[in-house]
């Protein structure tokens, strides 16, 4: 069994509050858990309206196939104009 995880903080330059970060959040979360099969939290900045960490994790056998997709959903992040990418790290368990 191996566990990747993805821990990313993230910037969020467009929100003005805790809602409108709320908001952001809850979409990326929402778009990155239907396209896989991926668990996502936020795990630290809650308090913070610009400010955002996420840790994803996926759980596989294959070690190809998981790198494939946490590169994936990097990528996906990194292209996202309502968030920037600010710091990453990548782990497998």
Request: glycine letters at 4%.
């Amino acid at each position: 069994m191996i566990v990747a995880v993805l821990t990313v903080d993230l910037y969020l330059p467009g929100a003005f509050s805790l809602k409108d970060k709320r908001m952001v959040i809850r979409k990326i979360k929402d778009r990155l858990a239907h396209k896989f099969n991926i668990s996502i939290a936020e795990v630290d900045f809650q308090d913070k309206w610009q400010r955002a960490r996420l840790g994803i994790a996926q759980v596989g056998s294959d070690y190809e196939y998981l790198d494939k997709n946490i590169n994936t959903i990097f990528k996906i992040l990194d292209d996202l104009d309502s968030a920037e990418i600010v710091d990453h790290q990548i782990e497998y368990l």
